[in-house]
């Protein structure tokens, strides 16, 4: 029987997306940015227009330095802003949301990518032929070793050929946790997808009310002015009658 790793949980699994999802996210700020980045992440989960000043607090830097990791995210959609200007001091200050969808979209496009890539390497390994020198630790494709006569251009040692099944293995195994991570990441976007159309449909609704409750109100007035100009007129009628007797 398998145990499980003491780090791993297995309960609290409700918390688990969330907090996968905040790990690839955080590498995706690496990616994109660098290490100093990544607590930025955490400041950013669950909240909404959270004051840039209490980022830079946070994160031990500067004003601009902050500033810039936000750009920068904003730059692939990945945070957005609302500015306020200080009354006192005269400045504006920014406030900062994570955007979830547009996070979620990123992530599951660069993780198809990255699962493309090993999944390529996978074919390479299983169709192709790879050489190593043992001593120098380097592989080589069967063409570049062909091309060397077999033998390390910089050691001289013969060429071995190196086993492919560990590597295979290892990248399927890979590849495995990749498209968990995928779907994982495609089921949230989902969720979120939902999100933005009730909302959006929720507001034509609410426009369309207004706008009914608008062309009443028009219907109305209209009503009023047209009952106004008949009163007007039969009253004119009226004093013209009176006129000619
Ligand atoms: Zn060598």
Not at 46 to 51: E, L, P
């Given at each position: 029987m398998k145990k499980n790793k003491p780090h791993e949980k297995t309960n609290g699994s409700k918390d688990k997306p969330l907090e996968k999802q905040i790990r690839l996210l955080k590498s995706i700020v690496e990616n994109l940015i660098n290490k100093q980045a990544i607590p930025i992440i955490d400041l950013l989960v669950?909240?909404?227009?959270?004051?840039e000043f209490l980022i830079a607090k946070k994160l031990k830097l500067t004003i601009n330095q902050t500033r810039n990791i936000l750009y920068k995210l904003s730059d692939f959609g990945l945070v957005s802003f609302i500015r306020k200007k200080d009354k006192r001091k005269g400045w504006y200050i920014y406030f900062w949301t994570l955007n979830t969808y547009q996070s979620l979209n990123l992530l599951e496009s660069n993780l198809s990518r990255e699962l493309e890539n090993l999944e390529n390497q996978l074919k390479n390994r299983k169709e192709k032929r790879f050489y190593i020198c043992k001593t120098c630790s380097l592989e080589v494709t069967e063409e570049n070793a062909l091309l060397n006569d077999f033998i390390c251009p910089e050691c001289e040692e013969v060429y071995q050929l190196s086993e492919n099944k560990e590597n295979i293995e290892s990248l399927q195994k890979e590849i495995l946790r990749l498209k968990k991570d995928i779907d994982l990441v495609r089921s949230e976007r989902e969720i979120e997808e939902g999100k933005i159309e009730k909302k959006k449909t929720g507001k034509i609704k609410r426009e369309e009310k207004k706008k009914k409750i608008l062309r009443a109100k028009k219907r109305a007035t209209n009503k009023k002015v047209k009952m106004k100009i008949i009163s007007k007129n039969k009253t004119k009628k009226k004093l013209h009658k009176k006129k000619k007797i």
């Open positions: 669950g909240k909404k227009h959270v004051n």
